[in-house]
């Protein structure tokens, strides 16, 4: 069973023939068995990708909005991801009511400055769909219940949301989304 | 059944003992292609075809089930979705690729699995059933392929789903009615598409139950060798686990290594250009042809160009070319040598490598090449030899042959005669 390796060193070979210590075929095993997990392991990323947004998803993802039609009081829904946005234009009483609340007290503490844009403070521009698990909220459009605090409501689960489209009552824990936007001029909006 | 001598599964952790008094299905395993399926120790590497075979099944069940995530079969939008798996979804060009060469990958082994049974006889018995299972998956693989090529719904889809189907028109009386209700229409069209996605998602399925079945009659001789010699004792054996899933694993990374290959470096060589222009009823490709993997089939029914007294030519195509398939169902009773493996059968040999190889050879040649002379004849020739070769050459040889002396067994073959056998294994 003597063999020539060529390389093999003396204590090599009789470890391998007694049986003891490191041989080469544990190496073989161990390189063998550790390079078929791996290459399997690389080979489930494809799998588990394929199932994220595709590129055409993805390319959907900004939308620019026409704002000029909107009156003081008025909200319109757009589409942004193929989810709804409010874009609303408040009143003056509207901005007055919100900025009336004492932060502290809120669920999800944040003023109407920190949810719109300087020198916009009349746009309120939030995702349509409530914190709580999704629905889209009522008070956008003409004639919906707006909710006890004359912002939002959600008939699902019962969620109110106030003029700055903050949550006050109902099992939602957190302010309906503000996207990421930007003015591109003083009538356009990007949304994303 | 298995020999008396295999190892016998005994859990040793509390939890698999737990298991295997419920539901024994590491045992199951362990049994079929673990340490206690006891194999020949002779087998070559044509033996390592069986498992690939299984793994390529496996790849084309798992890549489409993710392409069936993205594609839409709906003829105004599945070239379309097609392409959108291409260019859009992450890694969905390479899903689909290896979906596509992992079909031909498929043929690849299985045509090599059913070249080792004609060879070594696997298909005599007692492993008939074993065979008749066998061809019966290559029939449904057959039909899959087909369905699932006209899915991307390009010109050669179309045609080719309309020239397949066209093929049930030949049928006397019924085809003609029976081809419409096939299409769900007199053209492929979206009632077509749609059960055609259908089907081609439930027949890997059904392989894969036909495959249970397929290794369940394996397992009940146990595996055929190459000389064709049973199992007589313990010597003649060694557990498929290690040994065959070390043998198994390196064929499988040689595999892997020219699948990789293709998909990576020639992804369309075995696709047909038409087939990235969207479908149009109104104008045929110039040359159209199936899959590499019809050629054969498709040679013999292009080759009967004449009326066969009163069977008409188109028909007598379609007979002929699932006849070409169907005559394999009756093989083990066509071949009536007592000697299985072809290693030890002179005369059958010659037959072999120089009549039924060449035939095949020339049928798949023919099949890739345009409908025209000299290729028409070359197919008619050789689809002669390959019927006399099953119908009539096999059985003659079968009676005539004398054959060569057999091993006394595997070990034998192995090691030696028996007077040095026990020297050999000792040293």
């Known amino acids: 069973m003597t063999e020539s390796t060529g390389t093999a060193d003396v204590d090599g070979v009789a470890a391998a023939e007694s049986g003891e210590g490191v041989r080469r075929r544990d190496f073989i095993n161990i390189a063998a068995v550790g390079a078929a997990g791996v290459g399997g392991v690389v080979t489930l990323l494809p799998l588990v990708s394929q ?76 995702m349509g769909v409530c914190t709580h698990l999704g629905c889209v909220p009522l008070g956008a459009g003409e004639g919906e219940n707006k909710g006890e605090f004359g912002g939002y409501f959600c008939p699902c689960h019962g969620s109110h949301y106030d003029t700055a489209a903050r949550i006050r009552k109902g099992p939602a824990p957190l302010n309906l989304q503000v996207p990421e936007y930007e003015f591109t001029s003083d009538t356009v909006v990007k949304i994303g | 059944m298995s020999f008396p001598w295999a190892n016998h599964y005994e859990p040793q952790n509390p939890l698999m003992k737990w298991v295997d008094d419920r539901l024994p299905l590491p045992r199951f395993v362990y049994n079929a292609i673990g340490a206690g399926y006891p194999v020949p120790r002779n087998l070559n590497y044509f033996w390592n075809f069986g498992v690939l075979a299984g793994f390529c099944l496996v790849l084309q069940i798992v890549t489409g089930v993710v392409l069936a995530m993205h594609y839409a079969p709906n003829a105004l939008v599945a070239f379309d979705s097609t392409e959108h798996i291409m260019r859009d979804v992450n890694w969905g060009w390479m899903l689909r690729y290896a979906h596509a ?15 080792r049974g004609f060879f070594y006889g696997s298909y005599k018995a007692p492993r008939e059933m074993v065979w008749l299972m066998g061809v019966v998956i290559f029939l449904l693989m057959m039909a899959t392929a087909f369905m699932g090529y006209v899915l991307p719904w390009g010109q050669m889809s179309f045609w080719g789903a309309k020239v397949i189907t066209g093929l049930f028109g030949a049928i006397p009386l019924v085809g003609e009615p029976l081809q419409i209700w096939l299409l769900g229409g007199f ?12 089907l081609h998602f439930l027949l890997p399925f059904v392989i894969a139950g036909v495959v249970i079945l397929h290794i369940w009659a394996l397992h009940i001789p146990g595996s055929s060798n190459p000389t064709g010699v049973e199992v007589k004792g313990e010597s003649d054996t060694i557990p498929f686990h290690p040994y065959y899933t070390a043998k198994d694993g390196f064929g499988l990374g040689v595999f892997l290594f020219l699948y990789c290959a293709m998909l990576f470096f020639l992804p369309n060589a075995l696709g047909h250009p038409d087939n990235y222009i969207p479908a149009n009823p109104m104008s045929t490709p110039a040359h159209i042809v199936p899959e590499w993997y019809f050629w054969p089939f498709y040679a013999i029914l292009r080759a009967f160009t004449a009326d066969f007294f009163f069977i008409p030519a188109k028909l007598m195509g379609v007979l002929a070319m699932f006849g070409s398939i169907l005559v394999w169902f009756f093989l083990p009773w066509l071949d009536t040598s007592p000697v299985r493996s072809g290693h030890y059968r002179p005369l059958f040999r010659k037959f072999f490598w120089f009549g039924l190889i060449p035939a095949m050879a020339v049928l798949f040649y023919c099949g890739g090449a345009p409908a025209e002379e000299p290729f028409v004849m070359m197919s008619q020739l050789a689809t002669a030899y390959y019927f006399l070769h099953f119908l009539v050459i096999l059985p003659i040889v079968a009676s005539v042959e004398r054959p060569e002396p057999l091993p006394y067994s595997i070990t034998e073959a192995v090691l030696g005669s028996d007077d040095n056998a026990e020297l050999k294994a000792a040293s």
């Open chain 1, 51 to 126: 199932m994220a947004p595709s590129k055409d998803v993805l390319a959907e993802s900004s939308t620019e909005l026409d704002i000029s039609a909107i009156q003081p009081g008025q909200a319109v829904k757009a589409v942004f991801r193929k989810q709804p946005v409010f874009v609303r234009n408040l009143t003056d009483k509207e901005i007055e009511e919100a900025n009336a609340v004492d932060v502290g007290s809120l669920r999800d503490p944040q003023t109407l400055a920190e949810r719109t844009k300087e020198g916009h403070e009349n746009w309120l521009i939030t």
């Open chain 2, 101 to 115: 060469n992992g079909a031909s990958a498929f043929f690849v082994v299985v045509y090599l699995h059913i070249f």
């Open chain 2, 187 to 198: 053209a492929p069209d979206n009632a077509a598409l749609n059960r055609f996605f259908s």
